[in-house]
């Protein structure tokens, strides 16, 4: 059941299944609608959009993507433990906040905005704050602040790979994360991936490369290798199809993770992968797929490298495997 439907200029109190939710509405009186569910412990959000140059594809929900969308409405079901929400305890309350937001793009002419959605809980009396771990079969690494994780995973990303040889063909999911701790969110890019016989990289290991010139995925351009659609953007999600790489032996993947400013992509700072008839477009935003142009040539910043720019992201080297990949008849 939705809890409200905001259409007024005022501050919108109401109680659904024993939640309190809480929604400021002021800037949407003219041109959308907001239902919000609160559920036990998940967050449900409708968002309908009369104008109809709006891009529902660009709201997010804290560092989550709509979970389905179309010209009118972007729909969000997600976990209070997922999309960066914030807990705040207040004597017997719990109080989950986010941020809903619209990420205009350059050529938009809608402005960018952001509306706050809070939910209130009353408090267990066995609760206690914890900070939710990935599974040890993944492989953790710490910079800062920020916590980066790469693993393979099965064929719906739900769950760690359960085997790790692959026939020739067949696709191998690998899904990176950054978990943001106090961080505003971040767009967690590949700018680097290369596929190795040698847990470590040198100068003789024989290598192949996967992604390069700045987050293009070559093998997209000769394969069906792709990346996944994002469920939130601290995620990236990559199916890859296997390719004749040092068959039967150990294989390693090296990459360059980068996380960094949503609103800072550039032609150095994408996700980008080859479509069989549309040619090279962006992971993010299809508009703005000029970003990928420069996949077949050579990918550099327009703007001057600065210290200062340093502060919008930070990069993380890491390592998949071991997996073989094997000869369909073998």
Known sequence: MHCVSSKHAVMMVSFCQGALLLSLAAAMAVYADMKVDCGPDFVTLMWTESRPQADTSLLRLG????????????YF???LTDCNFRILV??????????????????SYNLAFTHPVVCAYERPKDWYSSQQIYDPVFKTYGLGDLQFTI??????????AEFTSYPLGSIIPIMASVVQKTHQPLLLLLEECVAATTPELHPESTMYPIISN?????????????????????????SLQTFTFAMREEVFIHCKLLAWDPNGLDSTKKACHFVKGHGWELLDNLAQSNLCDCCESKCKSRRQRSVASEKHGMVQKAVIGPFTITDVNS
């Open 63 to 74: 560092s989550c993507f709509p979970t389905s969308f179309s010209a009118g409405e972007a």
């Open 77 to 79: 079901y997600v976990d």
């Open 90 to 107: 207040t004597g017997d309350v719990l109080l989950y906040s986010n941020d809903l937001t619209y990420v205009a793009s350059d050529d």
């Open 151 to 160: 693993g393979l995973m099965n064929d719906d990303f739900s769950g760690p």
């Open 214 to 238: 700045k987050g293009c995925l070559l093998e997209s351009v000769s394969s069906q290798s792709k990346f996944e659609p994002r469920q939130k953007s601290s995620e990236i999600r990559l």
